[in-house]
């Protein structure tokens, strides 16, 4: 996958001036939702989109043989923009499928999504934060194990990350819990859809204990930085890393005073003046809409709206002007952006937004890609595995074509009724663990590129009923040695012993391995799963 170049650093926070002055004299549950009411509205960006802003929010300052190391905080490899990054995913650090991934706010919200290697995400799977006990994998940078006592929330597997970055995800998740309080939760290992805390007793104390021991670091302020230059809005508790306490900590109930007064003066706080707003790719006869939140205090008139230079006629936005009290109001104005090229290339326009009362304007640039549209083959959907009474995972076969994401539509049929649901996903699997006992459904996939989808795989039936549910898993180690010689280390049989390639692919399957089998395979990496064994293993075979 290649990034564009648009390197982004400062040296303090930049927070905008009366940005977080509504929450001066707040405590407890008025001031996690005002919080709340700050940062929710933002820029919603498209999911093509985001692999172009990494090279903003996640590089190194310093250049390492004249080349932009990605900064991954799951592994010490090395990626490098704009080429070098194959074997990373787009990593949602607040798993997507707690809350099902259907919100496209949250799916792709900048602020904790970050690039990851793909061994490393492949391992975290959806499991929650916590403290390893003993690991089933420890790359030196990520580590995923049996959970500590008292921790994981009832998952038995639980993901720690390096000392040096648990600060970052403590005030990741501190902000994905404000941002989204209002989501109900499909998973509740470290959050509760029945308080204003959101996250449970357990979480907040280790993520408090996490934060406290790892300060707010220049990475996490140049990012924030970044991020709000991106999508308008900030994570609160990087700039006042205080405010966790006053909601989960040791400060919790005791009023909060910003001392971030405004002046009066007319202002605009979103968008940010000289940010740059990425549509992404779109195949040509497609349409990408993006909505910008425009905040602002004190404006007197209308703000003015204006599209203009290079190629402004592949883009419009919905309306010329805007009230000054839809600005002025605590969500501000959601101003719709279109971009409906016709001619495939490059594309860069400005916005202006004007009058109201200021002193001057607020520019930013926008930028998208049409391209030609894409040829996408049908994908061969399998058998679904993991089957137990309550969920199942569907698989299929990776595409060979280059795409963005898969679609999976699946139908559950009851009482003769038919409801079509559709999920996406970078991987070719997706874990359904929400299925009535008993019950019948049906799934196939598309593959999706540039706004195109492929034509219906196959349609696979699943039936739960009268299958008992799958016991944990059962335990399988692999030991490599020269010559693509590899051992199973298990006390009992492993069935439907399958290796996918790193890109996903199904390379081969052995029907039932035993305790201490011996066999000789192929060299290169691999990704093993049993009927047994949920939960992933890495294999190196040399």
């Not at 220049?218 to 405010?243: C, M, S, T, W």
């Not at 002193?359 to 890609?369: D, E, F, K, M, P």
Request: proline letters at 5%.
């Amino acid at each position: 996958m290649a990034f564009g170049i648009a390197l982004c650093f400062t040296a303090f926070a930049e927070i905008p001036a009366g940005y977080y002055s509504s929450l001066d004299g707040k405590s407890g549950e008025a001031l996690k939702t005002q919080l709340h009411d700050i940062i929710r509205p933002h820029t919603v960006l498209t999911y093509s989109s985001l692999w172009k802003y990494f090279p903003s929010t996640d590089v190194y300052p310093e250049l390492v043989n004249g080349k932009h190391r990605v900064w991954d905080m799951y592994s010490s490899n090395f990626y490098y923009y704009p080429d070098e990054t194959y074997g990373m995913n787009r990593e949602h650090s607040f798993p997507k499928s707690w809350w099902g991934g259907t919100q496209v706010e949250a799916y792709t919200d900048i602020n904790h999504l970050y690039p990851a290697d793909g061994d490393a995400n492949l391992a975290k799977s959806y499991y929650p934060l916590g403290e390893v006990q003993q690991s089933t994998f420890d790359n030196g940078v990520t580590k995923v194990g049996y959970a500590k006592s008292g921790e994981g929330g009832g998952s038995s597997y639980v993901f720690e990350p390096a000392d040096e970055y648990k600060g970052d995800f403590a005030r990741t998740y501190f902000y994905m819990t404000t941002c989204y309080q209002d989501y109900t939760w499909k998973y509740t290992f470290m959050v509760t859809n029945s308080s204003y805390l959101t996250l449970i007793p357990w979480a907040y104390n280790m993520l408090l204990t996490w934060s406290r021991n790892d300060p707010v670091s220049q990475k996490e302020i140049d990012r924030n930085e970044a991020v709000y230059g991106i999508q308008n809005n900030r994570n609160p508790f990087i700039d006042h890393p205080e405010l966790a306490e006053y909601i989960w900590g040791n400060k919790a109930g005791s009023v909060y005073y910003i001392g971030d007064q405004p002046t009066g003066d007319p202002v605009l706080t979103s968008p940010e003046a000289g940010s740059s707003l990425n549509f992404g790719d779109v195949g040509l006869g497609k349409t990408l809409a993006i909505d910008l939140y425009v905040k602002g205090e004190n404006l007197t008139g209308n703000l003015t709206v204006t599209l203009y230079k290079d190629d402004y006629a592949m883009f419009s936005s919905a309306v010329s002007s805007i009230p000054a009290a839809s600005v002025n109001a605590t969500d501000g104005y959601k101003l719709r952006l279109l971009y409906n090229p016709t001619a495939i290339g490059s594309h860069t326009a400005h916005l202006l937004l004007s009058d109201g009362g200021l002193t001057g304007s607020v520019g930013i640039t926008l930028n998208a890609r049409c391209l030609p549209v894409p040829s996408l083959a049908a994908v061969k959907a399998l058998p679904a595995d993991n089957i137990s009474s309550t969920g199942y995972r569907a698989n299929w076969e990776a595409s060979t074509d280059s795409v963005d994401y898969y679609v999976v539509t699946r139908t559950a049929y009851s009482s003769g009724d038919a409801d079509p649901e559709e999920y996406t996903t970078d991987d070719n699997f997706y874990q359904f663990d929400d299925v009535p006992a008993g019950s019948t459904q049906t799934y196939f996939v598309q593959s999706s590129r540039l706004g195109y989808r492929s034509e219906a795989s196959n349609v696979v039936t699943v039936t739960t009923s009268g299958i008992s549910p799958v016991p944990t898993d059962r335990a399988l180690s692999i030991a490599s040695y020269e010559g693509g010689v590899v051992r199973f280390i298990c006390n009992e049989a492993h069935t439907g012993c399958r290796f996918f390639d790193l890109s996903g692919r199904l390379m081969f399957t052995i029907p039932s391995v035993a305790p201490g089998a011996v066999l000789t395979l192929p060299l290169g990496a691999y990704v093993v799963t049993t009927d047994q064994l949920h939960r992933p293993l890495r294999l190196i075979v040399k």
